[in-house]
């Protein structure tokens, strides 16, 4: 039996004529044990999809199975209590909270489940170990780096021991260096037994997926199993057809541009490994001139 | 368990962190429980004050006067009127100490005319009365005491303050004084009454207490009663006693209703009920800016709530329940009203010592109220908090998430 089960799932928003839809009548299943890389332009519906499997938010039409169970009509607070014990759910932006420390919020999901002061302290301890900021416990998030940040949130994610890891473009807001050590991690808890959904706009990174799945207008377009290690297919058909600019792209301005740039420098970079980025961007950049 | 403590660490710590407004909001709250209970005492400590300057009588002590003067009523157990057309008798005198359950009558009279100690005092204070008089009033002596019974007494007893006016420094106690031509020795000088006087034209600081039977005499048995005091015995309950002698009076009075009794203890007294009256009124508008103060309560939860909204999400979406959000933003709103309540009653408390010390008003710490205005305050608090909290803990999460 399937972890996840989703059979005709559709999300809507609006009323009437202004009605959009988000997911159109998405059929998905994922074993236990699977790590999916999620890809698809913007507004494809990925997050919608993630928020939806994650328990956020509920179908509009269609049936959601999680581990057996009929999850699509439930209240607000078993849902709550689902992704406390079951899911572990990670940010693009981290959303750590400024105010506490990296171990208070790594403990944040044990607080809501009602242990002990010690106990919490302890498991949190813990996981902040594992993804290697024991040393951090007492720093804000103000004090760290996005990698560390995006760290902290991971140990969040996992300290209730979930099944099911969720990441919706963990590796977004982070440079290259930080996206590795983020998914590297990632991985060491897909090895461990999770299972882990992850979405991303980095064809590299499906390299650390063993399935990939693209969605394009709220549908799954193409679903693919890969091997560890390897881009998928379709990936290395999308990074070799990146558009240089878009029209967005073109309105803003210089600034995105560089952004693009970057972006292909940092393919370039991982393909190397070697050289610095600068320097890639520099020779990518000449030739353009 | 755990997590209501963390919900009243992290209600400090979010507190925290907005110092100023939470100080402000607080305020409201610090205001309205300290008008509360600041009302309360100093009503209370005037009200105090009236029924102890009424207290002098003692409290099974009741008055008898002339319908008349009981036209103003705040005078009535005090007030040295006499311009009534009835004025009482020594018969009514014999009325009231006959009636059962009286333990004791004294007539009080006024009478003129100068009186020459070491000086002379040209219209002194003269009240006529019998030898009864200290068992009725409880009233100090500097020296000496008071007269004796007795048909030729020629005794008296004065006042602190006219004693001084008389003979200056040197003890009157002994000394010989003149009034109408007749000699009187001076029996004993009263203490100054600690209490402001009965009323204004009543100050007996400056009476001189002369025997009832000499005034009587020298004035040629025209002298008036004002006023009867009588003591009600302990085996009667003095209200029964008030309505014994009253009747004993209208019937002596061939059935007319020209004499008002009121027992000094008369707890719906005319000044009582009107400071009575006046404290719950001022009262009232206290309890409308508690209940402002809860209002700014429910304002600075709903900003707080607003500006929190991501936090909120966040909160949801990593497993809270609606009730885990809604106790951590009530668990604020307790803090909020509790600290601003417990404010509230200390600065309130020094604020009645402050009255004490500087003011003639001498405010005294209610504790029943002490105690009931923090806990209206924490409820009203906790009331006005509990609507922004609903609308914490009913937030969609991905909703509250999108909110920066």
């Excluded at chain 2, 109408?180 to 600081?205: C, H, I, K, T």
């Amino acid at each position: 039996m399937s972890l996840i089960e989703l059979k005709d799932v559709s999300k809507l928003y609006g009323f009437g004529d202004a009605t959009s839809v988000a997911l159109d009548e998405v059929s998905l299943s994922i074993e236990a044990g699977e790590c999916v890389a999620v890809m698809g332009p913007s507004g494809s519906g990925k997050s919608t999809l993630m928020n939806l499997i994650a328990l956020l938010d509920r179908p509009t039409h269609g049936t959601y199975v999680l581990s057996g169970r009929n999850v699509s009509r439930l209240g607000a607070n078993p849902r709550a209590r689902y992704r406390r014990d079951k899911i572990g759910f990670i940010f693009q932006s981290f959303n750590l909270l400024p105010r506490l420390t990296a171990l208070d919020n790594v403990a944040l999901p044990l607080l809501y489940k009602g242990l002990s002061a010690g106990k919490r302290t302890r498991k949190a301890w813990d996981m902040l170990e594992r993804v290697g900021l024991g040393d951090r416990a007492y720093y804000y998030p103000r004090q760290l780096s996005g990698g560390q940040v995006q760290s902290v949130a991971i140990a969040r994610a996992l300290v209730n021991n979930p099944q099911l890891i969720i990441a919706d473009e963990p590796t977004g807001n982070l440079d290259s260096n930080s996206s590795r050590l983020v998914m590297e991690l990632l991985s060491e808890i897909h090895k461990t037994g999770n299972t882990v959904i992850f979405v991303t706009h980095n064809p590299e990174l499906t390299r650390y997926a063993t399935r990939v799945v693209y969605m394009q207008d709220g549908t799954i377009k193409h679903d693919e199993q890969t091997k560890l290690g390897q881009v998928g297919r379709y990936a290395r058909a999308i990074m070799y057809t990146i558009p240089e600019s878009t029209e967005e792209d073109d309105l803003a301005g210089v600034s995105a541009i560089m952004g693009v740039l970057s972006k292909r420098g940092e393919a370039e970079d991982k393909k190397a490994k070697s050289g610095s980025r600068k320097k890639t961007t520099k020779s990518k950049r000449a030739p353009k001139k | 368990m755990s997590l209501r403590n963390d919900n009243f660490k992290l209600a400090y710590q979010s507190l925290a962190a907005v110092k100023a407004r939470s100080f402000l909001t607080m305020l409201g709250i610090v205001i309205g429980v300290m008008s509360v209970v600041l009302v309360v005492c100093i009503g209370q400590g005037i009200k105090e004050q009236i029924t102890g300057q009424l207290g002098h009588f003692g409290k099974d002590v009741l008055s008898a006067v002339p319908a008349s003067a009981s036209t103003s009523q705040f005078s009535s157990l005090t007030g040295i009127t006499g311009g009534g057309s009835t004025l009482l008798t020594s018969s009514d005198l014999q009325t009231v100490s006959n009636t059962p359950g009286v333990a004791g009558a004294v007539p009080l009279a006024v009478a003129t005319g100068s009186v020459t100690g070491d000086h002379t005092v040209t219209s002194p204070f003269i009240v006529a009365t019998n030898a009864s008089f200290p068992d009725i009033i409880n009233q100090s002596f500097q020296s000496g005491g008071f007269f004796d019974s007795g048909n030729g007494s020629r005794s008296i007893v004065l006042g602190a303050t006219i004693a001084q006016k008389l003979f200056n420094n040197s003890s009157p106690l002994g000394q010989g004084l003149t009034w109408r031509g007749q000699r009187f020795l001076v029996a004993g000088v009263y203490n100054y009454f600690n209490a402001p006087p009965f009323s204004v034209e009543a100050n007996f600081d400056d009476a001189v207490f002369v025997p009832y039977s000499a005034a009587q005499q020298i004035s040629g048995g025209s002298l008036a009663i004002y006023q009867i005091l009588a003591r009600a015995d302990n085996v009667r309950d003095s209200r029964q006693v008030v309505a014994a002698v009253r009747s004993a009076l209208i019937s002596a009075h061939g059935g007319a209703q020209d004499v008002t009794v009121a027992g000094a203890s008369d707890s719906n007294s005319a000044p009582n009920q009107t400071i009575h009256l006046l404290t719950l009124l001022v009262g009232a508008a206290a309890v409308v800016a508690l209940v402002v103060g809860g209002v700014g309560i429910m304002d600075v939860m709903l900003v707080s709530v607003t500006e929190r909204m991501h936090e909120i999400g966040l909160r949801k979406a990593i497993g809270a329940t609606n009730r885990q959000i809604m106790r951590q933003f009530m668990a604020e709103a307790f803090v909020l009203s509790a600290v601003g309540a417990t404010l509230g009653v200390a600065l309130s408390a020094a604020c009645v010592g402050f009255i004490r010390a500087y003011t003639s008003i001498q405010a005294v710490l209610v504790w029943q109220i002490m105690v009931a205005a923090p806990i209206i305050a924490i409820a009203i608090g906790v009331f006005f908090g509990s609507m922004p909290a609903l609308k914490a803990a009913r937030k969609d999460p991905i909703e509250a998430l999108r909110h920066e």
